[in-house]
């Protein structure tokens, strides 16, 4: 049982190129979200999918963009990578849909914007 | 503005002793609230959790209290181990799936 499978691992990128974060869960999960994990700012929450077919913004959505493609697959695309950028992206993913239950989450994408 | 606090981003405990983790919020709209641990290059794993309705939850070793009118939560892991070193984040959720997490605290249990 997979989980929550994020890819990349790691990546460099230019500022000013664009990449896109993949995300896959293989639980039937509704709701899926994005993270990034900075230095004394915690997981501050991206953007976030609370069932297929609908994103919303979180905390700091600022310079990305999000693509619910199905119900598996949740995706994080930066359309011109800054500095500011450079962190480690998680990827969650829970049952959803009025039920609290606990997040899952991958392993985390380290992203270097040079 | 951060909507959730750990204001201690480290703690120090003996093996053996108790640890308390800290987390406070400010938006009283959070309904229910997680605890997450992390260790180094892995994601959060879910550790307990406790609903607005209640004011404690055990699990094991695990037991998080929470005091609405003062907006406070806290965890005590008792006794602590050193596998317990990680960082602890708090989270709190609201608006239907929308879940917000605190700055973390960095417990180092020492054998």
């Known amino acids: 049982n997979a989980g929550v499978t994020q890819t990349p691992k790691f990546q460099v990128l230019k500022t000013g190129q664009s990449m896109t974060l993949q995300c896959a869960q293989d639980m039937n999960h509704n709701s899926m979200y994005w993270y990034r994990q900075d230095p004394g700012m915690g997981l501050r929450l991206i953007y976030y999918s609370a069932s297929e077919g609908t994103t919303d913004k979180g905390e700091v959505p600022n310079g990305y963009n999000v693509s619910r493609l199905n119900k598996r697959e949740f995706s994080l695309r930066l359309e011109s990578a800054a500095p500011s950028q450079t962190s480690v992206y998680f990827c969650?993913?829970?049952?959803?849909?009025?039920?609290?239950?606990?997040?899952?989450f991958g392993q985390g994408t380290r992203l270097t914007v040079v | 503005d951060q909507q959730v606090k750990q204001n201690s981003p480290s703690l120090s405990v003996q093996e053996g002793r108790i640890s308390i983790l800290n987390c406070d919020y400010t938006n009283s709209m959070f309904d229910y609230f997680l605890w997450y641990k992390k260790y180094p290059a892995e994601g959060p794993t879910f550790l307990i959790s406790i609903s607005s309705i209640k004011d404690k939850n055990e699990d094991g070793r695990f037991t998080v209290f929470l005091n609405k009118s003062a907006k406070h939560l806290s965890l005590h892991i008792v006794p602590s181990q050193p596998g317990d070193s990680a960082v602890y984040f708090c989270?709190?959720?609201?608006?239907?799936?929308?879940?917000?997490f605190g700055p973390g605290t960095s417990l180092s249990v020492i054998p």
């Open positions: 969650a993913s829970r049952v959803g849909q009025g039920e609290i239950t606990e997040a899952f």
């Open positions: 989270a709190a959720e609201f608006l239907w799936d929308k879940v917000i």
